[in-house]
């Protein structure tokens, strides 16, 4: 058999693995991250974007992830926390896509042709010094013809890095492939906004679990993790595996309050020591959730919801206990440092820089200097110094969350 017919063979081989890979990444972030490396790596290209539709609006599109070789060195970066939206119309070359489900190739966005009813909004080229050119855009369709968004890949580059057209072949396996990412993204989707939905049944009892809060720490958790990780020197398969976990369970921290009595979280003052040690037990009723436990996924969910309230100095709680499940369980000794597991050290500081943040009914939100020196000097004490290393790293990717997911106002009966 002649060669080309071989490679064309690996080529699908290689295509229908990764879209078999695609359908064991759990966090939508995470599946996105994947979905854009492999389009470009199928093509070549070294920047791409992907706009999702928005789930309350859709005539809406939320730029949703970005990946650019030539202008992000790093991984960990502010940009794809945009909170940037695009209607869906025929002005935009994404709205386009969406609004018609036609893919759109483009071969010089600053050269459309003149028939074609969109444009190319330069803002971010002239901010950023960028020059998009050659442009790929197709829809993200589900089997059942829905659109759940638009990838778009930029400047496909020729063995010599120049930027060249895509090509026929380019659009035929980007197509596939993109509609079988799309079948995993709605799955992604549908994930968290189950986890938000369980989420807004905890905030009906405790106002301040909201699910602008629940995505903040899940976002502030990976990203932290993640440079922690990087810095520790571990692998990049595993970084993203964990992240991926890390991002949902970190969602779940609180969710052991559904357990608590509505007086005491609903009270409007400080609580008193009773209320408190009762209070304590939404870590063990929240770690309780995962009982038996079967994947991945539980066990680090199991771990932050009985771990996010231990403190680097052993003097949070619950503390060792032998078993969280007999019926009179008593808190134990705090854990302290490596007793600690990561993933709790991490939620630990996210819930609680944002918790400081953040306004809340019974406070104003702290200045941004006053939160940064309170998590400075708690470094070692409240917080594992290696992850307020890394918090502070990155800070202006937390800034880019906090901006990104705003609490709503609030829409509760009183
Ligand atoms: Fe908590
Ligand atoms: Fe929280």
Avoid at 364 to 388: G, M, N, R, W, Y
Wanted: net charge negative.
């Amino acid at each position: 058999m002649d060669k080309e017919f071989d490679s064309n063979v690996n080529a699908l081989n290689s295509l229908l693995t990764i879209i078999e890979q695609l359908g064991h990444i759990k966090d939508l972030d995470a599946l996105l991250d994947r979905v854009l490396l492999e389009a470009r790596q199928l093509t070549n290209a070294d920047a791409g974007s992907i706009f999702l539709v928005d789930s309350m609006h859709n005539n809406l599109l939320n730029f949703s992830y970005i990946h650019n070789d030539t202008l992000f060195t790093s991984p960990v970066n502010k940009y794809i926390y945009s909170s940037q939206t695009l209607p869906i119309n025929n002005k935009s070359i994404a709205g386009y896509v969406a609004l018609t489900g036609k893919p759109v190739v483009l071969n010089d966005v600053y050269d459309i042709p003149a028939d074609k009813p969109f444009g190319f909004n330069r803002a971010f080229d002239i901010k950023s010094g960028y020059r998009t050119k050659s442009v790929m855009a197709v829809p993200l369709k589900t089997s059942r013809d829905k659109i759940v968004g638009v990838l778009e890949i930029i400047n496909a580059l020729s063995a010599g890095k120049e930027v060249v057209s895509f090509t026929e072949t380019d659009e035929l396996v980007v197509n596939y492939f993109a509609n079988n990412a799309a079948v995993a993204i709605e799955r992604a989707m549908m994930t968290r906004e189950t986890i938000l939905r369980m989420v807004k049944m905890c905030e009906l009892r405790d106002p301040k679990e909201t699910g602008a809060h629940v995505n903040r720490v899940a976002a502030y958790s990976a990203e932290i993790y993640q440079k922690w990780a990087l810095n520790k020197g571990i692998g990049s398969d595993e970084i993203k595996k964990t992240k991926d976990l890390l991002r949902i369970a970190a969602m779940l921290h609180d969710l052991g309050k559904v357990g608590i009595s509505d007086v005491i979280l609903k009270k409007p003052g400080k609580l008193d020591d009773q209320e408190f040690a009762i209070m304590k037990f939404h870590c063990i009723l929240g770690a309780r959730f995962f009982e038996n436990s079967t994947s991945d996924l539980d066990v680090i969910s199991a771990e932050i919801a009985l771990n996010h309230h231990e403190r680097w100095d052993g003097q949070g709680y619950p503390g060792k206990i032998d078993n969280i499940y007999d019926n009179e369980v008593h808190l134990g000794v705090g854990k302290k440092e490596g007793e600690i597991p990561f993933s709790a050290r991490i939620v630990a500081l996210a819930d609680v820089y944002d918790a400081l943040i953040s306004r809340r009914a019974y406070k104003d939100a702290f200045p941004e200097e006053k939160t940064l020196e309170i998590i400075k000097q708690e470094s070692a004490k409240h917080f594992d110094p290696e992850v307020v290393e890394a918090f502070l790293a990155i800070y202006e990717v937390i800034v880019a969350i906090h901006a990104k997911y705003q609490d709503e106002p609030s829409s509760s009966p009183g």
